[in-house]
């Protein structure tokens, strides 16, 4: 995710990094070279090329926004629910991190090691969840972790879930050993339930793309209107129409390619979620939470880049 | 539902499987059709066939492209909204299974196979609903549940309620047994609420379709819109109007019929809901949380398709 | 509500039932007549009846389509909203019907009493909940019910809540009997809780509809609109005028009156919800629920339709 | 709240009650004389004043559309949410009714009597809302509350929250007494945190406006626009500009003060909520439920409007 | 926040705090001089300098339009959920201090000692909050709490979060003395864990901007598009040029420029969200909670706006 402050108008114009100029940047030149071919075919052969359809091209490209908006809607949706996801993760785990304080007040010594065991395990859950979510993320798996743990995790097809059930077995353990009330594990297990929501929602926005079937028309559609858009408008624009066309072929490629990366929020794009940021986050709260003095340092961003 | 990487820009233009085009093939054909005999009709009868009349035409379209944008949005919605019921019956699923180690915990090996009952019941529970909600599909029952549930699940009209009464059945038996606590048994009962409610909406998506009367409206004016197209605009195009009012055809046809797909999510369609594979993944996972070492595969995609 | 396979591309033209067009035939035909009279009179005076006002009439109707569009958005909302209260009505009464199988596995037979006793009042909710919404609507107060139980129902202005306040107390009853635990109990209430924000919720959608404003602006603009569309046109459109008028007014009207329909979801419309046939399919359940044989059969549609 | 029932086509154009008509009519005068001054000029010295500048006015028309569809969206929502708002308060309310039969059936007469003291207390609480909420409104302090909390009431600045604090604290006396336990005091408590959570919601409707910036803008460019119409079209319409324009004039205007209506939902206009009727329907439910005979009446509508 | 009545109509169009037009003055200055002199340029070059290109312009604008739209519903959204979570603080708060009444009921003086240190911490959370969210803010840390809070809150990196720490750590040490009981307990943390979750969604909607690609796609496209239009209007607008250019100018600045603002709804700007208000209302609400006489004044707007 890029994180920078507002850029004065000029430099807007000049601005690479996060532009998805760079990956549209083929189609935009292909616009162009086409648009160029068009007026000079126009002008040589008008009766066979034509130059001033542009009232249903018009009716076309009105429609085509429309939908494409839709679409756009549907992904930033996507992007922000999953940052959502993200939120919920962060709270929950910091919640069970404010709540476990009870075994500290409660059962002295040995409250706090059953707590500081059971964080352990919850620093490590965002972490694994980041090399699960992320394409060809790895899983990072502390040493902290017993090596039977690590093994499990690691053999796992859904490694998040293995941590959860793990975290659920220790708390029965605490209630079998009395050092938990019903209600204590409950209010616990309720965050641990929320953990279970995000990671299953996350997994969710991560395996069900968009309906291809919709993002394929939507690309046809968009490609072929701009590739048609000189023959629409060359007469009235003349040498104009490239410019105009590749103008016009920024903001649908644009927005499409936009679409695109936004609905998979978990990838490594300049406009992807920094779930590796998050997940640093959630390991400095829940260490500051158990009182450790030597915290992690928060993520920082690299160029405006946070990951 | 279809998962592949991103196409490049060319086979883009090829891609079948997936594409709403088979589906409105027929229609297509028909426009190009009735175009080229607009434009024929009309260079011999320009007085009896018209063959400029946009203008209303275009206001016509815009105004069916917004009714057709917010249709498409609504058809959409359901689609995710059916992915997010499967998505809560994932997390209650594994849910329950997590908190039910507990009786493994406080109850060793009796409790190791109460629990081993309960999650065999959950595992059936999203199977039989699979062959609940698509259409023409079959109710897949387990030899290992009872033969009298089994009967009952085959009797009922509503077969996953069938297994959801036998769960908390059991739950109110280990209650009875002191196997349970009240508090345990409401936060096992509180991911059984869930399953119901994920069960509920999912009947709602599959058994209420968008009304009819909305359906019906925007197909006629959307087809009536594109076999009037060449009238509107085949003195401009000339030759190319079979061409331009079938590239429209195809976006507005499209969208009606990638609404129609999108409508009924459950169904077998290229891009409804691959709810067969996450049965199978719900399957997996309780069956890892079991502690089984032969795990069933996670459902693989076949020629791209998961179903 | 409408239930039938989608209809082929022919038949869809033909296709009365649950059309829309039944209901805005006379102003269709209105609009016809208008357009076929300025046809008529612009040939004859062509200098005081206009023909080709088009301009300014396209960005009105463009301007109307976008607010029509979302009057429709809002009242499709209400729609679902209602249907989707009408889903946890389902599923807090399945789910208490399951819960409240605690009540025989701990307390035998006469658990089994309190739970029938229980039960028989939820059954009748729904029904009550019927006769409440549905526009002319009665009461139906099945003869299951005590005497007194069936009057204080007919007296009141929110027959709902008497069953739901009765439930109650027969639930406290339970607590006070020693066959319910505090939890137990709870967990019971909280369904009931569910009923009753189903309830409430249905009142909301029935008895506020939409800012009457809001509907006399889009009727009137979507009115005149249509009516003026043949001093936009007839230059262009000549004797094919009256047609594209009626074309776009059936588009607009049609619009309209659907968004009228599905305003009150709870009515007799053909694209209003089953709200009859979904009390029968929560009888249905809970019957079977209760272990009875003879379940009553699943509300069928008739003739397409589904009340 | 204008309730009434659809009027037929005719009378449709001739209602002025809940119309908007009546607060917009001196901007739609305004533009009609404009227009009538810009068309005698425009014939007079038509190389001074334009008469077709109607292109870029319909690009900026149908843009202005799209940003007034948005906000009046947002006004909807704004007004919806409130309703919903005392949708929660009128089920909490109930809910904390209903619940509470369980200290007559568990402690006869004085939980009866605490029951009565508790209720009393929260029929109160929708009729200081609304005092609190409606600009102007006085807050209505019934007789039936001690002169303490009455003057506690008078004098705080967030009225309702005396209330529910009074109600906390009646509860926790109960649970002192021993009338209630632990789990029938969270009961309670739920629906309490539900009331406080639907006062927090109306508070944040009622003081938070839409951003001024943005009001202000759609306002500014809604009137420039209008006011600029007939330069653009007064070539082509000749006399009728002045009708044209002010017809579109209504629109935009109409959907502009309907926003602004619909923005602040609590108070008197006749599109905003009948809060107050609301309140009685509470008292009408509660007094119902504590078994009274004698019931206020439902509130009625006058002259079809329902405050 | 800017609060004040609705300005009548005249005055509307001179007011310019709040307005967006301070901050776009010196684009929409750039936008007058630039169509200057293509007016000038074209009268003089009209084969170099076109200026009717209006039709291809047109169909970008409508484009614009309809993504301008959708980004600014986004920003609005951002904005709304932004005040959603400070109203969830505030019926956390208030809810907390409304429960913990039971500490005053069941124990007495020391009870009542338990409950105002407690909401003493309350008390500064909404504070600590707003030096956290607002741009360039100081963290408020009053002398109430011990010198190590202060000292620990000085030093987080997330001092909200130390705050909600050492209320659970207080709670716990008041089950540990008995004071509460678990359910008790439980119902308390419910309300702590409602405000953990409103800091956490106030952090994402301060740290996660909208995804920067959106925003620069459509800055770029909205400013070439204002810088453009002379080019296609000029051949009709004459000398009117500068003007409709400008008015469309800040139509389209207007809105995008608002968009930014309502993205960071915790800044300073004009149309933010007034924080530092709503955390004095909360302080003023818990203080009454607690009975204190001598209560802090609410907050007032000054010159009509609310920080």
Redesign the interface.
């Known amino acids: 995710?890029?994180?920078?402050p507002?850029p004065s108008?000029f430099t807007?114009?000049f601005?690479l990094k996060?532009?998805?100029i760079m990956r549209i940047f083929?189609?935009m030149l292909f616009v162009f070279v086409v648009s160029t071919l068009v007026v000079i075919a126009h002008r040589d052969m008008p009766l066979i090329v034509?130059g001033?359809?542009?009232?249903?091209?018009?009716?076309?490209?009105?429609?085509?926004?429309?939908?494409?908006?839709?679409r756009?809607?549907?992904c930033?949706d996507r992007?922000?629910e999953a940052?959502?996801c993200w939120?919920q993760l962060?709270?929950a785990t910091?919640?069970f991190?404010?709540?476990s304080?009870?075994l500290?007040?409660?059962h002295g010594e040995s409250g706090k090691a059953a707590r500081r065991s059971l964080i352990d395990l919850v620093i490590v859950l965002p972490h694994v969840l980041v090399g699960y979510l992320r394409p060809g993320g790895e899983q990072m798996v502390t040493p902290v972790l017993s090596p039977d743990l690590r093994e499990a995790i690691r053999a796992?097809?859904?490694p998040a879930?293995?941590l959860?059930?793990q975290i659920?077995?220790q708390l029965?353990?605490l209630?079998?050993d009395e050092m938990l009330?019903?209600?204590?594990?409950?209010?616990l297990?309720e965050?641990?339930?929320q953990m279970?929501?995000a990671?299953?929602?996350c997994?969710?926005i991560r395996?069900?793309?968009l309906?291809?079937?919709?993002t394929?028309?939507l690309?046809?559609?968009a490609?072929?209107f701009c590739f048609l858009?000189p023959f629409?408008?060359s007469d009235?624009?003349?040498w104009?129409t490239p410019f105009?066309s590749t103008?016009?072929a920024?903001?649908?490629f644009?927005?499409d390619a936009?679409g695109?990366?936004?609905e998979e929020p978990f990838g490594l794009g300049?406009?992807d979620?920094p779930i590796n940021a998050l997940a640093g986050v959630i390991e400095?709260?829940l260490r500051?939470?158990l009182g450790e003095a030597d915290l992690p340092p928060?993520p920082q961003r690299v160029d405006y880049v946070l990951t």
Chains 1, 2, 3, 4, 5 share one sequence.
């Open positions: 995710m890029i994180v920078r507002r108008l807007l114009f601005i996060g532009s998805i083929p189609q034509p001033s359809l542009g009232a249903p091209f018009a009716l076309f490209g009105i429609a085509i926004s429309v939908f494409l908006g839709f756009n809607n549907a930033y992007w922000w940052r959502k939120g962060i709270y910091r919640g991190a404010r709540q304080v009870m500290c007040e409660l796992s097809k859904m879930e293995v959860l059930n659920s077995r029965a353990g209630r079998r009330t019903d209600i204590q594990l409950k209010m297990d965050n641990v339930q279970g929501i990671v299953a929602n997994e969710r395996f069900t793309p309906p291809f079937g919709y394929l028309l690309h046809r559609t490609h072929l858009l629409g408008f009235l624009l003349g104009g105009v103008l016009i920024y903001t649908f644009g927005l936009l695109d990366e936004l300049p406009n979620l400095h709260n500051e939470a928060l």
